[in-house]
């Protein structure tokens, strides 16, 4: 199985995207500070003020396990966890989150769960949630049916971007633990586990440990803020050289976004433990290793790369996963 196979296609995507490219130019003036493809959108108020860094995502699929679950109050928080994280690649720390939140009918006890989840993603980052949007679309949703999503904006000062340019070879590569799928690749999970595996949600899986099947798919997208804080206070903010978010497209399509040409990212994949719902998914959709690591974080939810002499060990969970070396593929995993 592959995730077009669930109805993704993250190809598609890609190039529906490039085609969009010079639409989206068109909108910039010098105020802009970023490239296409950024994690986040780095915006120049005036000059010498804080630069403004943006993002807006949503939680895909994952609305679908909180339904079949019951359990509405994690998925907000998922959202501002993803929003931040994609802002702090960029040496940004959040101001404040804008939601959306749409439905086919308002149910009174889901909107108030699914708010708390914003708030106290809100109140774990230091931001505020500053409104957001309700909207009612029968016949655009189903009964019962829901989506989400966020907008994070933070600031930086311009000497503290990071932008991958300080990234050289001989460079370690981290690897901060994620807490499981994060929000990512929940429609090939659910093919794979609810339909070719026949579980339901409420199923305890030997491999899991005791840990329901639905439990483990919505297990809250860590937000890395506080570990990224911790290294800044234990070696400098020029310690670290690079950060990546793994997100949708996993290691192959993130870690390309943030290292400069002509260096090349070698990852050993036995440096770091793999969560067991992966291998759930792997075995019972017959996912090959390539497609599992290109949909999935797999364990490892922010990459960070540092100069050889900076040491990680014990900051977050931080594992040493590779190294910089010159080299044209950007990425090598060998699996």
Known sequence: MKYADSGVNIDVATRALAKAKEAVRGTWDQR???ELGAFGGIFEPEPGAPLLVASVD???TKVMLARLTGRYDTVGEDLVNHCVDDILVQGAEPLFFLDYFATSQLVEHVLPAIIEGFARGCRRNGCALLGGETAEMPGVYGPGEFDLAGTVVGQVMAEHVIDGSR???GDQVWGL????L?????????AALLEQGGFAVGDKPAELGGVTVGDALLAVHRSYLADVRAIWEQHGREAVHGLVHITGG???????????????VHLDPTAWTVPPVFGLIAEHGGVEAAEMHRVFNMGVGMVVLTGPDTDLAGVGGAMLMGEVKAGPDKVDLPL
């Open 58 to 60: 949503g939680v895909g």
């Open 182 to 190: 994060h929000t990512n690749g929940y429609s090939l999970a659910r």
């Open 167 to 169: 990234i050289t070879a």
């Open 32 to 34: 802009v500070r970023n």
């Open 250 to 264: 996993g290691f192959y399509d993130n870690i390309p976004r943030v290292v400069p040409d002509g260096l090349c």
């Open 177 to 180: 633990p994620s807490t499981g």
